[in-house]
């Protein structure tokens, strides 16, 4: 009995008692079941139900023998009386759902120009340290993440590091302290000791953030353009002759380098330096807010570089502290003009190489910037070197190769101080693994693998309690989505969990992302909950018509994209398989006892068809065919092989690529012959003999039941176009 059923006999049993009351009140409300009996209704209706809730509550007993909730329906317009609302998070791509462009971290724009003078590694703590700071500035709410106790803030040095993507490692945190480089950043207070337990112990160490200052280089720079102008004689007109001057006009750009030792020495403040230049240790009430309208205008603490926590938590970790700082300030000389709609992600950088050297404080980093156009002078390449050598021009080759993803040098120019480079600056972009992982959910999803339908994927994007389960079991980590009927056993869920046409929807969803994704999950490139909550952010949009997707069908099957293309390059290496396993089907074959694929791939969409038979994959695709027949958990061989051979290119087990190999009047006499001896009633090496057998009966290890066995193999042979 349905429960809808249910319900219409428990409205009846109510309305039969002649109240008028409540049967108002339940035309009023809504009837729901998620394994018990619910009735919603708004305050108003509710408030009324609640004098019959006794009543109520036997009634649906008698009639179901389960329990029954009575939910309060808040529905409050916009504006009036709703003190919060709940809003899913959700993406408009596959991108953006990976990257979480709304996560943005705010890097302040001066603080690269403390790159020169300290190093990369101080100034990303100095960041990490500001967003601690801000997190603790919060009065509440879950993202309080540093305590904060009277004017201390205690930072967890571990999250610290986690933010910075573990690019840096916990010995060399502290040993960036203790050596000074984080002094122009933060000032070490003098110990403190408490006493406890009849022992003098000493508590952590206290820092007092010193606040944005001026680099020394900038800081004498500041203080030259001041005796240029004669500070000392009229210091209120100069300072608001500063405040209406470019700050071209005063510091040195893009970046000052330190050079020569400079007269300041230190990180210090526009007050510290007009007060030095006066011989006041103090200034008067107009100075001082001249200096603090001047520090703005130098500094800018309102100018930040946004990037998402992506890049921190996922690429910074693969370009290095170093050389995602050196993105970090050639993005800072790029820019998006909205106002004209002209972007700018080139720029020229003055001195070239050495001024790149300067910057970062590296001789051999910014060689690691590959040019467009590479350069065909000099010493030819030597092919044959020793193996030490070779792997040393492949670690330098994957530099430059992970380097180009952000910097290119797209054009020199020789000038009077030297040669200038032109770098091309990119966006944010996706790790090489979630590139993989992104290209393989567009795959999947413009050509969903069969039984996949888009009914299946409307249903996961409007049922929460489906999404929930899927989320549920992926949590471990399993190597294989399991079927409802498992999680039951499990006591994951009850049956009441879904409804029978969700359980059908479940297991086609757990079928079809193990048979497409396995490949990914067993090479540690994702796991099933990443995919999933991926789906989650884009399941408005899955039944768009960018998303829109046919049943994967003999008679229509999707073309995989451009993407697709890719991902098949992508999963090559995944695999470690030997060459070896390369078939050759002239070499295996005689030209009289080829298979006809042609009729094989005859119920293929045929583009597919087509890039198969162009690509020489016969032998490759007819291993996996045997392999999928022969697989009693795969419900599309047809499917799985054309997908397996486009993006693997590779054949499937030995085995399989053994029954593949052999002609076909000898594969057809074989699967003849163990059906005729299954039929017979006969089982294990009785029912398995002839040439091939012993690969016939390793692929059907797993099944140990005869009929499943006769089943399998009958498939196989209709799949194989073979005749009764």
């Given at each position: 009995m349905t429960e809808h059923n249910v319900?219409?006999?428990?409205?009846?049993?109510?309305?039969?008692?002649?109240?008028?009351?409540?049967?108002?009140?339940?035309?009023?409300?809504?009837?729901?079941?998620?394994?018990?009996?619910?009735?919603?209704?708004e305050p108003e209706i509710y408030s009324g139900l609640c004098h019959y809730f006794p009543l109520i509550e036997t009634v649906v007993q008698d009639h179901s023998g389960k329990h029954f909730?009575?939910?309060?329906?808040?529905?409050?317009?916009?504006?009036?009386?709703?003190?919060?609302?709940?809003?899913?998070?959700?993406?408009?791509?596959?991108?953006?759902?990976?990257?979480?462009?709304?996560?943005?971290?705010?890097?302040?724009?001066?603080?690269?120009?403390?790159?020169?003078?300290?190093?990369?590694?101080?100034?990303?703590?100095?960041?990490?340290?500001?967003?601690?700071?801000?997190?603790?500035?919060?009065?509440?709410g879950a993202s309080q993440l540093y305590p904060k106790t009277g004017n201390e803030v205690t930072v967890d040095v571990q999250s610290i590091l986690r933010m910075l993507g573990n690019s840096i490692s916990r010995a060399k945190f502290f040993r960036i302290f203790k050596n000074g480089q984080m002094d122009w950043f933060v000032e070490r207070a003098e110990p403190a000791h408490q006493f406890k337990d009849g022992q003098i112990r000493r508590m952590p160490n206290t820092y007092h953030y010193r606040g944005q200052m001026l680099t020394p280089g900038d800081a004498d720079d500041l203080?030259?353009?001041?005796?240029?102008?004669?500070?000392?004689?009229?210091?209120?007109?100069v300072l608001t002759r500063a405040l209406n001057s470019p700050r071209s006009q005063i510091l040195t750009f893009p970046y000052r380098l330190p050079g020569d030792a400079t007269q300041l020495g230190e990180a210090r403040s526009v007050h510290q330096v007009v007060s030095q230049l006066l011989n006041s240790p103090r200034l008067d009430a107009n100075l001082s807010g001249l200096c603090d309208q001047l520090s703005s205008h130098l500094i800018r603490p309102e100018s930040f570089l946004a990037l998402p926590w992506y890049w921190f938590t996922n690429v910074l970790p693969e370009l290095g502290d170093d050389l995602g700082m050196l993105y970090l300030m050639s993005k800072n000389c790029c820019y998006i003009d909205w106002a004209r709609g002209h972007d700018r992600n080139h720029f020229w950088v003055i001195g070239g190489l050495e001024t790149l050297q300067s910057w970062i404080g590296s001789e051999t980093l910014p060689k690691r910037i590959p040019h467009t156009n590479k350069s065909n002078r000099g010493r030819p390449r030597t092919k044959d070197i020793q193996p030490e050598s070779q792997y040393t021009?492949?670690?330098?080759?994957?530099?430059?190769?992970?380097?180009?993803?952000?910097?290119?040098?797209?054009?020199?120019?020789?000038?009077?101080?030297?040669?200038?480079w032109q770098l091309r600056v990119s966006e944010v972009q996706l790790t090489a693994q979630d590139e993989t992982l992104r290209q393989a959910l567009s795959s999947w999803l413009y050509a969903l693998p069969a039984p996949v339908t888009t009914e299946s994927l409307h249903v996961f994007a409007t049922s929460s309690n489906l999404q929930k389960l899927m989320l549920i079991q992926s949590k471990a980590e399993p190597?294989?989505?399991?079927?409802?009927?498992?999680?039951?056993?499990?006591?994951?869920?009850?049956?009441?969990?879904?409804?029978?046409?969700?359980?059908?929807?479940?297991?086609?969803?757990a079928d079809g992302l193990n048979s497409y994704f396995e490949t990914l999950v067993d090479a540690g490139i994702c796991q099933f909950d990443t995919i999933l909550n991926i789906l989650f952010k884009i399941k408005h949009t899955l039944t768009d018509h960018q998303y829109s997707c046919q049943q994967d069908t003999p008679d229509d099957h999707a073309d995989l994209n451009a993407p697709g293309e890719s991902l098949m390059k992508a999963v090559e290496g995944i695999n470690d398989i030997d060459a070896d396993r390369q078939i050759d089907l002239k070499e295996q074959l005689p030209p009289d006892q080829l298979w006809d694929f042609e009729t094989l791939l005859s119920g293929a969409n045929p583009n597919l068809k087509d890039r198969i038979l162009a690509s020489g994959l016969q032998a490759v695709f007819l291993s996996w065919l045997i392999e999928a027949?022969?697989?009693?958990?795969?419900?599309?061989?047809?499917?799985?092989?054309?997908?397996?051979?486009?993006?693997?290119r590779q054949p499937a087990s030995l085995p399989a690529r053994r029954l593949a190999a052999l002609p076909a009047p000898a594969l057809e006499d074989l699967l003849a012959s163990v059906c005729q001896r299954l039929n017979a009633g006969q089982a294990g090496r009785f029912a398995f003999m002839g040439q091939g057998a012993a690969d016939l009966s390793q692929l059907l290890q797993g099944v140990e039941d005869r009929a499943t066995q006769l089943r399998l193999i009958t498939r196989l042979r209709d799949s194989l176009l073979l005749p009764d």
């Open positions: 319900w219409t006999q428990i409205t009846t049993t109510l309305n039969a008692l002649n109240d008028d009351t409540l049967s108002d009140l339940l035309f009023g409300s809504q009837q729901l079941y998620d394994g018990n009996y619910i009735i919603a209704a909730r009575l939910n309060l329906q808040q529905s409050v317009p916009m504006g009036t009386d709703a003190d919060t609302l709940q809003i899913q998070p959700g993406a408009a791509n596959i991108s953006d759902a990976i990257i979480n462009p709304e996560r943005i971290v705010a890097l302040p724009t001066y603080l690269l120009r403390f790159v020169p003078f300290v190093g990369a590694a101080p100034v990303l703590i100095a960041a990490a340290l500001r967003q601690a700071f801000y997190f603790s500035s919060r009065d509440d203080a030259a353009w001041f005796g240029q102008q004669d500070l000392a004689q009229e210091p209120a007109a021009r492949d670690w330098r080759a994957a530099n430059r190769q992970l380097a180009s993803q952000y910097l290119v040098r797209t054009a020199t120019r020789k000038t009077k101080t030297g040669t200038d190597p294989r989505l399991c079927h409802f009927e498992t999680l039951v056993n499990q006591g994951i869920c009850q049956n009441e969990t879904l409804t029978p046409a969700e359980i059908c929807h479940f297991d086609t969803l027949n022969l697989s009693a958990g795969v419900h599309s061989p047809l499917s799985l092989a054309i997908s397996r051979t486009l993006q693997t």
